[in-house]
C-alpha cells in the first residue's frame, strides 16, 4: 500500500467544529477520536499525501519503501482497538528477532523474542550475563508497567496552591500504589542515569551491551553516556501490537504507510474530512480565541477548535502570530532542543544483501533487521563528532531488508533495504546539506558493505534523506523526528514546555495533537488521543458552544 492522494473533493462546509492542522499519524488519530464523538472534523495536510512521517513511497518503479519510520514498536494497543484498524488493513508481524547485531569478528547475536532462546543465544556470548539478563528483564519490565498508564492520559500539573493540583498529585500517586523504596531509587537512575553506565554496572560482555545499546537510542541526542539515555530501556517496553505484549515491535505489511492509511480509512468512516495539498499558512486567532486557519492560497476556514499536528516551532513560531502569545511561552518554545541527529538512507536493491554470519538455515524474517553498531565507544565517538557538526566518517547504521517481510514491496527478484543513520548534526559546520547529501549516502553504503559486502554492487536506486531533507519534505523542525529531542527536560509535564503539557496552548480552542506533546514521539498515536480526548472533555463542558464567528 502506499500512502495516496485523498485531496481532490472540495471542502464542504464553511464552520468545523474541529480542524487539524497536519495529517500525520497523530493528526489523523486525533481526527478519528473527534468525529467518533460526533464532532464535524477537517484534516488539512501540507503534502500531497497523509501520514506525515509514518507512510510508504514509491522511490522506484514498484519498489514501495517506509521513507521515514520503518519499525512499529509502540503503536497503542487501545488506538488499534478503538478506530478498528485492523479491518482497515492493518497487520503487522512481530520483528523476530527483535533486533541482532552482526559484529566484526563475524558472529551475529539475535536478540529473540522468546526469552528463555534470547537467553541461550547470549549465553554463547557470556553465561554470567544471560543469566544477569533474566533479572534485568524482570526488572526492567516491572518498572516499565508504572510508567505505562500515563501514556494514554494527560500528564500532571501539579499546583500545590490550589485543589486541582493537589487533585493532580493524588492522581499520579496512585498509579505508583504498591512501589518500593528500592523501586522508587531504579526508577529515578532510570530518568537521570545514563544507558552506558546502567550496561557497565550488569553486564562483563562488551557485545552484550552493545545488543542493548542497540535496541535504546534511536533518534536521540547524546551518545550512550549521557545522563538521561537509561529511559530508553523502559520506553521499550512499554506494551504495544494489537495483543498488548511488553516490548512488541513489528514489521508493518505495506509498509508504515500502512498504519496511517487505516487510520485516514478509519476517520473517514467516522466522517472525518481530509483534504491534501493544502498547506496552514496561519492559525487564525482573535481575542485569544482560535477561530480557524488561513491556507497558503489564502483561503480562510473557520473551527470551533483548532488541533496542530504540526511541532510545536512550527505551530507556535510559523503559525501563530507572536503578538498572540506570551513572551515567556515563546520563549520556552524557541528553546526546544530538536536539532538533527539522524537521517534515512533508502536504497532498491538487485538482490538480497547477504550479511556475514548470518546461518544458511536462517528464514527470510531472520534476514531482516540487522544493527550496525559495534561498541558503546563507538557510538560515544560518533555523537561527539556529529556534536561539532560534522559528518562522522564512520556511522550506526540501522538495516532493516523490508522485502524480507513483505514481498510485495518489490518486484520478484528486487530487495528494499531501508537504513537509518544514527547521529549526524542538522547544522553542519562546514557546507551544506546539500552538497553532503551524496556523502552521507557514501558513507552508509560504506559501513553496510562491511557486514554485507555485496551490497554496494546491487544497488539500482538510492535515496538519501538529510536531516534538511526532513525538514523541507516531512515539514520536521530542524529534522527532529520526535517534534522535540526525548530528554527529561521536555518529557512528561515539561513537554512541549512547562505549564502547557495538557496539550490546551495559551491560546482559547488551540491544542496540539502530535508528537511535541506528551508522551512524544514514535509511532505510537498517544498525543493524537490524548489531545482529542482533552479537547472533548472542553467541548463537552461548553467551551466552544459560540460559533467562530
Ligand atoms: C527518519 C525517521 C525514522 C523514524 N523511525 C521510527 C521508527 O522506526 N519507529 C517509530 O515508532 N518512530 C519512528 N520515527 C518517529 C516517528 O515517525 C514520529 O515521531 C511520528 O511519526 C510523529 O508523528 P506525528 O503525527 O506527531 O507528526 P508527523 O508525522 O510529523 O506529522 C505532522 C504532519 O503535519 C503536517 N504539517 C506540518 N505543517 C503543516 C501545515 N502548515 N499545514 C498542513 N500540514 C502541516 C506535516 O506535513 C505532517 O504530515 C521516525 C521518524 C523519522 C523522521
Same mark, same amino acid.
Given at each position: 500500500m502506499t500512502n495516496s $492522494? %485523498? &485531496?481532490?473533493k472540495p471542502i464542504t462546509k464553511t464552520v468545523y467544529d474541529a480542524i487539524v492542522i497536519g495529517g500525520g499519524h497523530n493528526g489523523l488519530t486525533a481526527a478519528a477520536y473527534l468525529a467518533r464523538a460526533g464532532l464535524s472534523t477537517l484534516v488539512l495536510e501540507r503534502r500531497e499525501i497523509v501520514g506525515g512521517c509514518c507512510v510508504t513511497e514509491e522511490i522506484a518503479p514498484g519498489c514501495r519503501v &517506509? %521513507?521515514? &519510520?520503518?519499525?512499529? &514498536?509502540?503503536?497503542?494497543p487501545e488506538v488499534i482497538q478503538d478506530l478498528r484498524l485492523a479491518e482497515h488493513g492493518l497487520r503487522m508481524i512481530p520483528c523476530d528477532p527483535a533486533i541482532q547485531v552482526p559484529f566484526p569478528d563475524g558472529q551475529v547475536v539475535p536478540w529473540w523474542v522468546d526469552r528463555e532462546r534470547a537467553k541461550r543465544e547470549f549465553a554463547t556470548i557470556s553465561v554470567k550475563d544471560a543469566e544477569r539478563f533474566v533479572c534485568v528483564d524482570d526488572q526492567l519490565k516491572k518498572l516499565a508497567r508504572y510508567l505505562q498508564p500515563f501514556f494514554l492520559e494527560p500528564p500532571p500539573e501539579i499546583d500545590t496552591r490550589s485543589m486541582s493540583g493537589w487533585a493532580e498529585l493524588f492522581r499520579v500517586g496512585k498509579r505508583f500504589r504498591g512501589i518500593s523504596n528500592g523501586e522508587i531509587s531504579q526508577l529515578v537512575s532510570f530518568l537521570t542515569g545514563s544507558l552506558g553506565e546502567f550496561l557497565d554496572h550488569n553486564y562483563e560482555s562488551e557485545k552484550m551491551k552493545t545488543i542493548f545499546l542497540a535496541n535504546n537510542v534511536y533518534g536521540k541526542h547524546g551518545g550512550p553516556y549521557q545522563p538521561g539515555t537509561a529511559l530508553g530501556l523502559l520506553f521499550h517496553l512499554l506494551s504495544g501490537g494489537e495483543h498488548q505484549l511488553q516490548g512488541f515491535s513489528g514489521h508493518v505489511i505495506g509498509g508504515m504507510g500502512a498504519i496511517t492509511q487505516a487510520l485516514a480509512a478509519a476517520g473517514r468512516k467516522l466522517g472525518v474530512e481530509i483534504r491534501t495539498s493544502v498547506p496552514v499558512a $496561519?492559525?487564525?486567532?482573535?481575542g485569544g480565541r482560535a477561530r480557524g486557519v488561513v491556507l497558503e492560497d489564502g483561503s480562510e476556514l473557520r473551527g470551533r477548535m483548532v488541533l496542530s499536528n504540526a511541532d510545536p516551532k512550527r505551530t507556535f513560531l510559523k503559525m501563530v502570530a507572536a503578538k498572540e502569545l506570551p513572551e515567556d511561552f515563546l520563549s520556552a518554545i524557541r528553546g526546544i532542543k530538536m536539532d538533527g541527529p539522524c537521517a534515512k538512507v533508502n536504497l532498491v536493491l538487485a538482490e538480497e544483501p547477504r550479511f556475514t554470519?548470518?546461518?544458511?538455515?536462517? %528464514?527470510p524474517l531472520e534476514r531482516t533487521f540487522y544493527t550496525l553498531v559495534p561498541s558503546l565507544e563507538f557510538a560515544e565517538r560518533c555523537y561527539d563528532i556529529a556534536k561539532f557538526g560534522e559528518i562522522p566518517e564512520e556511522l550506526w547504521v540501522d538495516c532493516v531488508i523490508s522485502s524480507n517481510a513483505d514481498d510485495s514491496l518489490a518486484p520478484k527478484g528486487q530487495h528494499i533495504l531501508t537504513c537509518f543513520a544514527q547521529y549526524v548534526p542538522y547544522r553542519l559546520r562546514d557546507g551544506n546539506w546539500d552538497e553532503k547529501r551524496e556523502l552521507l549516502g557514501d558513507r552508509v553504503v560504506k559501513k553496510i558493505a562491511e557486514y554485507a559486502p555485496n551490497v554496494p554492487g546491487t544497488i539500482l536506486a538510492r535515496q538519501v534523506l538529510t536531516p534538511l531533507d526532513l525538514e523541507r519534505t516531512y515539514g520536521l523542525t530542524e529534522g527532529n523526528i520526535f517534534h522535540g529531542d526525548l530528554r527529561l527536560e521536555q518529557l512528561f509535564f515539561m513537554r512541549p514546555v512547562a505549564g502547557w503539557s495538557q496539550y490546551r496552548t495559551p491560546i482559547h480552542g488551540l491544542y496540539l495533537c502530535g508528537a511535541g506533546a506528551h508522551p512524544g514521539g514514535g509511532v505510537t498515536g498517544a498525543p493524537g488521543h490524548n489531545a482529542a480526548h482533552q479537547a472533548l472533555r472542553d467541548w463537552k463542558r461548553g467551551r466552544f458552544k459560540e460559533v467562530a464567528a
Open positions: $492522494q %485523498t &485531496s481532490v &517506509s %521513507t521515514t &519510520s520503518y519499525i512499529a &514498536s509502540m503503536l497503542r $496561519q492559525i487564525d486567532v482573535r554470519g548470518t546461518p544458511a538455515s536462517a %528464514t
